[in-house]
């Protein structure tokens, strides 16, 4: 079982910035590709961004441009650095993973594609 635990949700005004951490108690040496989701209540979960082992990354349109992750292998963690937020980015995001090792390689924001999840962290952005 791999543990995945987001961090440094939070409120901020229109035009704010946030920075969350997803940090997991595996070895991310292993190769993987770790993903950013969001959900509102009621509505489908949304992919935003992905990034694999090389630090290769992809972006949902709708954050292309102000949504940036990163990783720091050694301390087993991945970033997303959101930038410029808007009330409509206001969500739960979440953090997911899968290994290559299992899955095979892949970077893309289709939810079906990750097989590990954070419990979710509160974003909450206000006009």
């Known amino acids: 079982q791999v543990l995945l635990v987001e961090s440094w949700g939070g409120s901020v005004l229109s035009g704010g910035s946030l920075r969350l951490v997803c940090t997991a108690a595996v070895n991310t040496y292993t190769k993987y590709t770790a993903g950013w989701f969001r959900q509102a209540p009621g509505k489908e979960r949304e992919g935003g961004a992905a990034i694999d082992t090389d630090a290769s990354t992809a972006y949902a349109d709708s954050v292309k441009g102000r949504f940036t992750s990163s990783q720091d292998n050694a301390k087993n963690q991945v970033y997303l650095q959101m930038n410029s937020l808007k009330p409509e980015d206001t969500d739960i995001y979440y953090c997911?993973?899968?290994?290559?090792?299992?899955?095979?390689?892949?970077?893309?924001?289709?939810?079906?594609?990750?097989?590990?999840w954070g419990q979710g962290t509160q974003v909450t952005v206000s006009s």
């Open positions: 997911a993973a899968r290994f290559v090792r299992f899955r095979g390689a892949y970077l893309g924001l289709d939810e079906r594609e990750y097989n590990y």
